[in-house]
């Protein structure tokens, strides 16, 4: 089956730089888009940066100049440097993907389990 496995987070002090990493594994046909989203407590899940299969990009304007996205197709694995980090990064980033599994016909969209981020002094 399919698996989203993410690493990379932790605790960074202000203005310091993370690196985030989530790769698929499993009975994969094919691979489509990939995407980072973040949830704080007490407020809605929203995408911090996508990157899609012909490496088009786009983030939240809240990120741009600070954070990249990029992917490694020959490692089904998607990336997320995060640079000059504030407190109003802090949440559980997670790794999404649009597969499709093999022997399975259809697309459908992958959640790995969340990693804590958390910039603090």
């Known amino acids: 089956q399919v698996q989203l496995v993410e690493s990379g987070g932790g605790l960074v002090q202000p203005g310091g730089s993370l690196r985030l990493s989530c790769a698929a594994s499993?009975?994969?046909?094919?691979?489509?888009?990939m995407a980072w989203y973040r949830q704080a407590p007490g407020k809605q899940r929203e995408l911090v940066a996508a990157?899609?299969?012909?490496?088009?990009?786009n983030y939240a304007d809240s990120v741009k100049g600070r954070f990249i996205i990029s992917r490694d197709n020959a490692k089904n694995t998607v990336y997320l440097q995060m640079n000059n980090l504030n407190a109003e990064d802090t949440a559980v980033y997670y790794c999404?993907?649009?597969?499709?599994?093999?022997?399975?016909?259809?697309?459908?969209?992958?959640w790995g389990q969340g990693t804590q981020v958390t910039v603090s002094s």
């Open positions: 999404n993907a649009l597969i499709r599994p093999s022997l399975i016909a259809t697309l459908r969209g992958y």
């Open positions: 499993g009975s994969i046909f094919t691979i489509k888009d």
């Open positions: 990157i899609m299969s012909g490496d088009s990009t």
